[in-house]
């Protein structure tokens, strides 16, 4: 299982990269679908991650993408 994870890893930093897309969030998508072919229940991995953490970087995602749409980061 965890050489598994590490090439859907990659491959999703690949895809992430190709598509333009935020790793992160595909990461978090990627990991829901990896818990459920591991047979982890969905709420036990949902409660693993850090609600602040995921806030914080959440409302810098949304910063710089509000950034990046009025071209202040040009």
Known sequence: M??????VLCITLVVAFVCKLNSG???IAV???????A?????FLISS???SLFLM???VMYLFA???EN???E
């Open 2 to 7: 965890a050489l598994l994870s590490l090439i």
């Open 25 to 27: 969030l595909v990461a």
């Open 31 to 37: 990991s829901l679908l990896l818990a459920r072919i």
């Open 39 to 43: 047979g982890i229940p969905d709420k």
């Open 49 to 51: 991650f850090n609600n």
């Open 57 to 59: 970087l959440l409302g």
């Open 66 to 68: 509000i950034a990046q």
């Open 71 to 73: 071209k202040t980061l």
